[in-house]
């Protein structure tokens, strides 16, 4: 509903007590209400015949169409609804009361002055639109940027989050605290929000001070970072073209460590993955003074508390006791010609195995090593009845050589255990005779597809029985 305003709008009508006009005639001259539009309020003047009047806000509405009479703003009755009699004359007026106006010196001064189309009065509100201050000076300034759309100011104070940690997941969102404070004595989640809700370059600062570890996940919950206890990690968003986006992060140094031009203290915490390209350190802190060795200071091992040898390392510090590969074999072999075996032989002893003779190797048996004899080079072959999966027979090319150079298979040829039966595309007798028994010792079915053939008389053994399958043939000669 907005106010609207139209010059020489004008009808007739009849009061509906003081609530309503409705407007049912027209002036010559004159617009209709219609101009204000359904549901929009005006500024409205009405009169009568008898000499009453009045001012006010009416609301339009096409049905009737009337014009309430919303707010009354001044009246021959004293300021309130007038009850008109007979036709009644409605009309858009301008109010005194709501009209803005030039003074005798030109200002106009309603809600504060304005001059020359400059604001001369009293601050304007925040929640007005305006700053609440008259200057851009002092505590309550307001901030604005140099030619170089840059900020001058003292400080700035991030506002802060604190979670407590519960193995669970915080997720943020583009309002959330830049700082995010961990505190407890659990694990944490952090989920970052959803990078196309926010600026380029806007970071999050995670303090981790609780004992657990801290994890900061992307929105599609890739892992961003980890942090232990006691670091802090900044991590800013490097693109922002999807909801997961790209972020990068960096670590601040907790206060327990401190630098300087020449020296860096890291108080108990432990180095891993570095390489020292600095001085030589000291033995006093764990290093040699060295730079480089030479030949007479190859190896250092310690023969008691305050003296230290040069040459091969023992065994018994670590080394082999040897300056060549095989005597450094030799020496931390188990088994030597005229040294034995040691195995663990329960969880808090040893024991020994003496070497073994020529012929025997070393075996396993209830969970202790022992020596045997080597097995026969012979195999023995079982019968297998009972596979029914085809295989392939190995046939040899020449009578001499190894298996794996000197035999061949083809997928033509096949053998079933379980029935005996040799398959192949052909059968070619190099002396002239295909030879079968004159009995059938057990039942057999020619398939479909196959026909049999045998050379008779032929018999059946008792019990047992010869099926031709339907379209197939076994011919007798």
Same mark, same amino acid.
């Given at each position: ?145 140099d030619a170089s759309q840059n900020i001058n100011f003292n400080n700035y104070v991030a506002g802060y989050a604190a979670t407590t940690a ?79 986006g790209s972020w990068s992060a960096y670590s601040f140094l907790p206060g ?54 040069? #040459?091969? $390392?023992?065994?018994? !510090? ?5 300056? =060549?590969? *095989?005597?450094?074999? @030799? %020496? /931390? &072999? ?97 002396? #002239?005779? $295909?030879?079968?028994? !004159? ?5 057999? =079915?020619? *398939?479909?597809?196959? @026909? %049999? /053939? &045998? ?23």
């Open positions: 509903m907005a106010l609207a305003l139209y010059d020489r709008v004008q009808q007739t009508g009849t009061a509906n007590t003081t609530v309503s006009f409705t407007l049912s005639g027209s002036v010559t001259g004159y617009q209709s209400f219609s101009v204000v539009g359904n549901g929009n309020t005006t500024y409205y003047g009405a009169t009568d015949t008898s000499g009453n009047w009045e001012v006010g806000i009416g609301t339009y509405s096409t049905t009737g169409p009337t014009l309430t009479r919303t707010t009354i703003l001044s009246s021959s009755n004293s300021g309130s609804a007038v009850t008109f009699s007979g036709t009644v004359t409605v009309f858009v007026t301008y109010p005194s009361g709501k009209s803005v106006n030039l003074d005798g010196s030109g200002n106009v001064s309603a809600l504060g002055t304005v001059a020359s189309g400059t604001w001369n009065g009293s601050t304007i509100p925040v929640a007005y639109g305006g700053t609440g201050v008259t200057s851009s000076s002092g505590a309550s300034s307001v901030v604005l940027r519960a193995a669970g997941t915080t997720v943020l969102t583009v309002a959330s605290a830049r700082n995010q404070i961990l505190i407890g004595s659990t694990t944490q989640t952090f989920q970052l929000p959803n990078a196309t809700t926010l600026a380029l370059g806007q970071s999050f600062l995670f303090l981790n001070n609780s004992s657990g570890v801290l994890t900061v996940k992307d929105n599609a919950s890739t892992t961003i970072d980890t942090i232990p206890s006691g670091a802090v990690v900044q991590i800013g968003a490097t693109s922002i073209s999807t909801s997961a327990s460590y401190d630098f300087n031009n020449t020296t860096a203290t890291f108080n108990n915490a432990a180095i891993s993955s570095a390489v020292w390209n600095g001085t030589t350190i000291a033995s006093g802190y764990g290093g040699t003074g060295l730079t480089t060795f030479t030949a007479a200071n190859n190896a250092l091992y310690s023969t008691s508390a305050s003296a230290l040898a040069a #040459g091969t $390392l023992p065994i018994a !510090a670590g080394g082999t006791g040897a300056t =060549t590969a *095989a005597a450094a074999f @030799n %020496a /931390l &072999s188990p088994m030597t010609t005229t040294g034995d075996l040691t195995y663990e032989a329960s969880a808090s002893t040893a024991a020994r195995l003496p070497i073994g003779t020529s012929g025997q190797v070393l075996t396993v048996s209830g969970g202790i090593p022992a020596w045997a004899a080597a097995p026969a080079t012979g195999v023995t072959i079982t019968d297998d009845t009972s596979s029914s999966t085809a295989y392939y027979p190995l046939f040899a090319r020449v009578t001499s050589g190894t298996a794996s150079t000197e035999y061949t298979s083809s997928t033509k040829y096949t053998y079933k255990a379980s029935t005996g039966e040799l398959s192949s595309p052909e059968i070619i007798a190099s002396n #002239g005779l $295909l030879v079968n028994n !004159a009995t059938v010792s057990s039942s057999y =079915t020619v *398939a479909t597809g196959n @026909n %049999a /053939l &045998s050379v008779g008389p032929v018999t059946v053994a008792s019990g047992q029985s010869v099926t031709v399958s339907s379209g197939q043939r076994w011919v007798v000669l």
